[in-house]
């Protein structure tokens, strides 16, 4: 196990006439204890009630270090004399690895017009699992997405102190390891949420990092974070979203046969895009195809509202007329049933939106509970509908064109997208069997599961954990770097060292860096105990890489 350089706090324990004992913490709340020592001549606390801490301050590694110590109640000077200023002592602290801390957390929820309504929502749910002290669940009240994590919009909690995530780490680095502080700085790299989508999302991309800085320094206000974000998306119920541009024959195949798409795109574009389309419709993607398919996009993007609204009612009412044989019974991917009424629902959720045009060159994409998608930066997007476990680079850096009622930015995302197309099945995510975990005897973890979910990006990944029926458990290998954890299903316990602690629907829990975790399921037989744990090791040649 890593020795790390850490701030240490101390609490004089007991007095002497010549002396004081003084114990170590490694957190400030003092309930880690690193190493008790007898310091410097400390008659003065026998004549000061009020005498009870010592502070100690410095910077080194382990091993031999210099502490300052202030007295806290002596003030400064001389009194009784005693020594009351600062006093500076070599010693060599002894290389214990520090005890991790397991923090329950109590994370905030927030309320846009997109989510699920009340009960409705996992993200209110597990919100009231651990609420605030000014939370309860309203029925009436959309609630979209539960935050895990240190960002400063919504920054969750410790429990027992009230004191934010963010603050914890920030004093505290060995809790995100070294290497994890000196890649990513002083708060987690990643934020974790729960989406609960009842409505469409904002049709959208997030910005890569250099222009984050960009959109950053020139808009702070809508661009409120200067660093990329491409995220995961994992389905905890049924899932439907809008992903990546659509294999181009099938946008060729739209343009052919809805003559209102047609219309707002230009008929030179789609003559064009056509054209390229029918060219080697197997080969890579290629530089003229993406610039055909820019062109396109960008001539439906910079429609007048006016347009926009007409060719709405035309499309809608093609697509209630039609029904199954809407869009000439559809694409391979999506059929012409589903797709008029996704136009039918979406219409009735934003009337007269562009969104609706903009789905026929996206990808829709059906999830079942467990599968995921990945989207990079610069990664057009929509989610439709379903309750997601999300996990992003930290930041809320959205651009968005349609479907919202926010700031939209057309021009920088025409701008600003890729314009890589490919067929759905290579937008989804397919995990691996996690290989740092292990269940305990097949006679009590039979059809339990670890499963990875590993992006190619350094800020995160995502251990998802099944563990069926009472007695089931797994075994995590410590990592170096920080981790989130939380129940979305049945019930168990969590356990670090000897701390442990019950776990259940909506219970989240921050993991410090270097600690063995253990999972144990409380449920029935034939029942679920699931957990997602959000983490983020960096290999530094040492240490274990996420897979």
Sequence with gaps: MKLTNIPLYVIACAFSANAATVNFYSDRDCGNLVQTREVFDNSCAQNNPKYNSIKVTGAGTW?????????????????????????????????????????????????????KKGSDSAAAKFAAATPATDFSVQQDKPYAELWMGTHPSNPSRDVRTGRTLLELVAENQALLS??????????????????????????????????????????????????????MAIAITPFEGLCGFRPLAEIAHFLRVLPPLRRLVGEDNAAQF??????????PVSDS???????????????????????????????????????????????????????????????????????????????NVGEALFLVADDIHAYVSGDIIECMAASDNVVRAGFTPKFKD?????????????????????PTEYPYATLNRAGYSSGSAVLLYDPPIDE????????????????????????????????????????????????????????????????????????????????????????
């Design 410 to 430: 057309v021009s920088t995302l025409v701008d600003m997208l890729t314009y890589n197309y490919a067929p759905i099945d290579e937008q989804k995510m397919t």
């Design 460 to 547: 995160f990944a995502v251990v998802r954990s099944v563990l069926r029926g009472p007695e089931a458990k797994a075994t995590f290998e410590p990592l170096d770097g920080p981790s989130i954890v939380i129940c979305t299903n049945g019930s168990g316990t969590i356990s670090v060292g000897p701390t442990t602690y019950e776990m259940k629907e909506g219970y989240v829990f921050f993991v410090g860096s270097t600690a063995e975790l253990v999972l144990e399921s409380t449920t029935g037989e034939d029942e679920e105990f699931t957990t997602f744990k959000a983490f983020c090791e960096v290999d530094d040649g040492h240490s274990k890489q996420k897979l």
């Design 274 to 283: 056509e054209a390229l389309a029918k060219e080697d419709p197997e080969g």
């Design 63 to 115: 091993g031999q270090r210099l502490w300052t110590y202030k007295t806290a109640g002596c003030g400064w000077g001389t009194q009784n004399g005693c020594l009351t200023a600062e006093k500076t002592d070599a010693f060599t602290t002894r290389p214990l690895a520090m005890q991790v801390p397991l923090i329950r957390l109590q994370c905030g929820v927030n309320s846009y017009e997109w989510g």
């Design 289 to 367: 195809k993406k610039q055909a398919l820019k062109k396109a996009f960008a001539g439906l993007m910079g429609s007048s509202q006016e347009s926009v609204a007409a060719e709405v009612k035309k499309l809608v009412e093609l697509a209630r007329n039609d029904k199954d044989q809407f869009a000439a019974g559809g694409v391979p991917s999506t059929s012409g049933e589903t797709l008029s009424e996704l136009v039918v629902r979406l219409d009735s959720q934003f009337e007269d939106d562009i969104g609706l045009f903009v789905l026929f060159f996206l990808n829709f994409i059906k999830m």
């Design 178 to 231: 070294t290497t994890v502080s000196a890649r990513f700085g002083t708060k987690l790299p990643f934020l974790f949420k729960v989406l609960s989508i009842n409505k469409a999302l904002s049709i959208q991309a997030h910005p890569n990092k250099s222009l984050a800085e960009q959109l950053h320094a020139r808009d702070a206000k809508n661009y409120p974070d200067d660093n990329h974000k491409p995220e």
